[in-house]
Protein backbone atom coordinates (compact mmCIF):
# COMPACT_ATOMS: atom_id res chain seq x y z
CA UNK A 1 0.00 0.00 0.00
CA UNK A 2 1.45 3.67 -1.10
CA UNK A 3 1.98 5.55 1.92
CA UNK A 4 3.17 9.00 0.62
CA UNK A 5 2.92 10.32 4.33
CA UNK A 6 4.97 7.98 5.65
CA UNK A 7 8.73 9.58 5.68
CA UNK A 8 10.77 6.52 6.89
CA UNK A 9 9.60 3.97 9.35
CA UNK A 10 11.77 0.66 11.03
CA UNK A 11 12.36 -1.21 13.95
CA UNK A 12 14.68 -0.08 17.11
CA UNK A 13 15.44 -1.78 19.82
CA UNK A 14 14.01 -0.34 23.42
CA UNK A 15 17.69 1.14 24.33
CA UNK A 16 17.73 3.42 20.91
CA UNK A 17 14.43 5.21 21.50
CA UNK A 18 16.11 8.43 23.25
CA UNK A 19 18.65 8.27 20.08
CA UNK A 20 15.78 7.51 17.33
CA UNK A 21 14.39 10.66 18.70
CA UNK A 22 16.83 13.17 18.94
CA UNK A 23 17.59 12.11 15.13
CA UNK A 24 14.05 13.00 13.75
CA UNK A 25 14.20 16.01 16.57
CA UNK A 26 16.88 17.32 14.39
CA UNK A 27 15.63 17.01 11.28
CA UNK A 28 11.73 17.45 11.71
CA UNK A 29 9.75 20.61 12.04
CA UNK A 30 10.02 21.35 16.35
CA UNK A 31 7.56 18.54 18.32
CA UNK A 32 5.59 20.52 20.25
CA UNK A 33 3.95 17.65 22.28
CA UNK A 34 3.69 13.27 23.01
CA UNK A 35 1.20 10.79 24.29
CA UNK A 36 2.50 8.26 26.12
CA UNK A 37 0.77 4.89 26.67
CA UNK A 38 2.00 2.69 29.59
CA UNK A 39 1.46 -0.91 30.77
CA UNK A 40 -0.20 1.38 33.87
CA UNK A 41 -0.95 4.70 32.83
CA UNK A 42 -1.53 7.58 29.90
CA UNK A 43 1.09 10.77 29.91
CA UNK A 44 0.00 13.65 27.74
CA UNK A 45 2.86 16.55 27.71
CA UNK A 46 5.38 19.25 26.69
CA UNK A 47 8.25 17.81 24.81
CA UNK A 48 10.83 19.19 27.50
CA UNK A 49 9.19 16.16 29.90
CA UNK A 50 10.25 13.29 27.37
CA UNK A 51 13.50 12.20 29.48
CA UNK A 52 11.40 12.32 32.32
CA UNK A 53 8.84 9.80 30.58
CA UNK A 54 11.63 7.60 28.64
CA UNK A 55 12.82 6.60 32.22
CA UNK A 56 10.28 4.07 32.58
CA UNK A 57 10.70 2.66 28.73
CA UNK A 58 10.11 -0.98 30.37
CA UNK A 59 6.49 -0.14 30.41
CA UNK A 60 6.00 2.27 27.52
CA UNK A 61 4.29 0.39 24.64
CA UNK A 62 3.18 2.92 22.23
CA UNK A 63 4.60 6.93 21.86
CA UNK A 64 3.24 9.95 19.66
CA UNK A 65 5.14 12.70 19.33
CA UNK A 66 3.72 15.38 17.31
CA UNK A 67 3.72 18.73 16.22
CA UNK A 68 1.14 20.95 13.58
CA UNK A 69 3.28 18.84 10.99
CA UNK A 70 4.45 15.65 11.47
CA UNK A 71 4.51 12.75 14.16
CA UNK A 72 7.11 10.34 15.32
CA UNK A 73 5.41 7.00 16.66
CA UNK A 74 7.03 3.93 18.52
CA UNK A 75 4.59 1.40 19.08
CA UNK A 76 5.05 -2.45 20.56
CA UNK A 77 2.83 -5.15 21.26
CA UNK A 78 4.18 -5.68 24.39
CA UNK A 79 6.75 -5.14 26.57
CA UNK A 80 10.32 -6.34 25.75
CA UNK A 81 9.74 -6.26 22.58
CA UNK A 82 11.47 -4.07 20.35
CA UNK A 83 9.57 -1.15 18.75
CA UNK A 84 8.60 -0.29 15.41
CA UNK A 85 8.26 3.21 14.35
CA UNK A 86 7.13 5.44 11.75
CA UNK A 87 7.70 9.22 10.97
CA UNK A 88 4.72 10.82 9.07
CA UNK A 89 5.56 14.10 7.70
CA UNK A 90 2.51 16.73 6.20
CA UNK A 91 4.77 19.28 4.47
CA UNK A 92 4.36 18.37 1.32
CA UNK A 93 1.75 15.86 1.09
CA UNK A 94 -1.17 16.17 -1.51
CA UNK A 95 -4.50 16.83 -0.27
CA UNK A 96 -6.16 13.59 -1.31
CA UNK A 97 -4.59 11.83 1.06
CA UNK A 98 -5.37 13.82 3.98
CA UNK A 99 -8.59 14.18 6.19
CA UNK A 100 -9.06 16.76 9.42
CA UNK A 101 -11.04 15.95 12.22
CA UNK A 102 -11.50 17.04 15.66
CA UNK A 103 -12.66 15.02 18.64
CA UNK A 104 -13.98 16.07 22.08
CA UNK A 105 -11.71 14.44 24.98
CA UNK A 106 -13.38 12.68 27.58
CA UNK A 107 -13.49 15.44 30.45
CA UNK A 108 -15.76 15.79 32.71
CA UNK A 109 -16.51 19.47 33.65
CA UNK A 110 -18.28 19.37 36.46
CA UNK A 111 -15.97 17.40 38.83
CA UNK A 112 -12.45 18.87 38.34
CA UNK A 113 -9.56 16.62 40.09
CA UNK A 114 -7.81 17.92 43.18
CA UNK A 115 -3.86 17.77 43.59
CA UNK A 116 -1.05 18.85 41.28
CA UNK A 117 0.02 17.62 37.46
CA UNK A 118 3.04 15.52 37.58
CA UNK A 119 4.17 17.18 34.68
CA UNK A 120 3.44 20.74 34.39
CA UNK A 121 -0.07 20.57 33.16
CA UNK A 122 -3.49 20.82 33.79
CA UNK A 123 -5.42 17.80 35.56
CA UNK A 124 -8.72 16.77 34.40
CA UNK A 125 -11.45 13.86 35.02
CA UNK A 126 -12.66 12.02 32.61
CA UNK A 127 -16.71 10.49 32.49
CA UNK A 128 -15.57 7.43 33.91
CA UNK A 129 -13.19 8.82 36.98
CA UNK A 130 -10.11 8.85 35.59
CA UNK A 131 -7.20 11.28 36.04
CA UNK A 132 -4.95 12.60 32.97
CA UNK A 133 -2.77 15.36 32.63
CA UNK A 134 -3.36 17.56 29.10
CA UNK A 135 -0.21 19.94 28.05
CA UNK A 136 -2.75 23.31 27.30
CA UNK A 137 -4.83 24.38 29.90
CA UNK A 138 -8.72 24.70 28.54
CA UNK A 139 -8.15 22.25 26.00
CA UNK A 140 -11.11 20.17 25.38
CA UNK A 141 -10.78 19.12 21.51
CA UNK A 142 -7.94 17.25 19.97
CA UNK A 143 -7.10 17.66 16.18
CA UNK A 144 -6.48 14.39 14.32
CA UNK A 145 -4.77 13.95 10.71
CA UNK A 146 -6.78 11.00 8.99
CA UNK A 147 -4.45 9.58 6.06
CA UNK A 148 -6.43 8.19 3.12
CA UNK A 149 -5.36 5.52 0.80
CA UNK A 150 -6.88 4.21 -2.48
CA UNK A 151 -7.80 0.69 -3.41
CA UNK A 152 -7.14 -0.02 -8.01
CA UNK A 153 -10.81 0.90 -8.20
CA UNK A 154 -9.84 4.62 -6.68
CA UNK A 155 -11.65 4.05 -3.26
CA UNK A 156 -10.71 5.75 -0.40
CA UNK A 157 -10.08 3.80 3.29
CA UNK A 158 -8.16 5.34 6.25
CA UNK A 159 -5.26 3.95 6.40
CA UNK A 160 -3.02 5.73 9.20
CA UNK A 161 -4.34 8.95 11.54
CA UNK A 162 -1.75 10.97 13.63
CA UNK A 163 -2.49 13.80 16.48
CA UNK A 164 -1.97 17.44 15.45
CA UNK A 165 -2.81 19.48 18.66
CA UNK A 166 -4.92 20.01 21.11
CA UNK A 167 -7.22 22.94 21.16
CA UNK A 168 -9.91 24.57 23.48
CA UNK A 169 -12.75 24.70 21.32
CA UNK A 170 -14.00 23.02 18.05
CA UNK A 171 -12.36 24.60 15.09
Not at 74 to 102: H, N, Q
Not at 122 to 129: C, E, H, I, P
Not at 133 to 138: H, I, K, R, T
Not at 140 to 158: F, H, I, P, Q
Amino acid sequence: MNKPWVKESGVCCQADVEKTVSTFRAQASPFDHFIAFFTDRLVVTKIDRLPVVLGDIDHLLELRIFSEMSELRFFRSMMGKPFTYRFADDTYLDAVFILESVQKLDIDTNNAPTGEARYGGTLVRSTGGGVYELPVSGATYVKLVRYLSYNENGMACEADFRVKCFVGKES
